[in-house]
């Protein structure tokens, strides 16, 4: 096949992978961008000499068109820089085809991840980072990268843009209930660290999929997460059959919908959601990755 795979194994996927989106473009500010492909979004930057990316969109068909987008946005600059939100390959995939020269900055178990998982098409981290928070200066743009601990897959890099009073975090909060069945998002902690995002000065918020949105509904986005957690903890009390899709959807709907049923995707997605949540009390979680200090399952078993 002739495109970057990913982890697909079938030639079947070629006409997925091929794919190229029409992209919207918005500017957010003098300097800073948001596209998005429908459904993904991410964010890009004008530096002084070049661009600065973040993410590569989940095909190299989609990688290609956000190269196009920036290049149409800003023409004669290249993307010298690629900033991995995270770990997952429909974020961060296909650096290859985006900019295969770009420097990659990313956090130090996402590196670990990327290195091990040797996906077709997703380059690995040329400038490694690690801790709750770096400062950078890159091409001329000064960056904050937070990670506070696990939130949603791994190494997760949000970006406070304290100028523009704007915060970028991909795949945490939506201004929606679509979040389906939570795959890898790290729950001992999520709200927890999501809202500690709070004590920052910022107004808008871009998330890494679905519009972008403002303070007030991130925090009814934590709300909401936090409220399907104690309805499914109350579940177990009343002896819901937990491990069933249709009394988890009927029980937690029921539960919220006075407070959250007026978010998108509400009735659609609250038993998915519900099903992912409830396993996390039944089994303990993410394994080492749902405690404060997922470092510690690669510190000694991964060099990069
Ligand atoms: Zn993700």
Known sequence: M?????LFTTDKARDY???EPEMSVDKLSERLWTISDGVYRTIFL??????????????????RAYARAIDKTIPHKAIATIIYSHDHLDHAGFAEDLAPN????????????IKLRQAEGQRQPTNVISGPENHLTVDGVDLVLLNPGPTHGSGNLTAWF????LLFSSDTIFAN??????PDIHLANFVKFMRGFLRL????FVPGRYEVTDR????????FIEAVQEACQQAFVEFVPIWAYEPMQGYVANKLKDRFGDLDGFEEHIGLTAIRIVHHYLMGGWSLEDTPTPGYILADEVQL
């Open 17 to 19: 992978l091929a794919f």
């Open 2 to 6: 002739s495109e970057n795979r990913g």
């Open 46 to 63: 004008e530096g002084n000499e070049g661009v600065i990316a973040f993410d590569t969109f989940g095909t190299p068909g989609k990688a």
């Open 162 to 165: 304290a100028p523009e009073k």
């Open 177 to 182: 209930a679509r979040y389906g069945l939570l």
């Open 201 to 204: 000065d910022w107004d808008t």
């Open 102 to 113: 770009a420097e990659i900055i990313a956090d130090e178990i996402c590196a670990k991840v």
């Open 216 to 223: 007030e509904r991130f925090e009814k986005g934590c709300d």
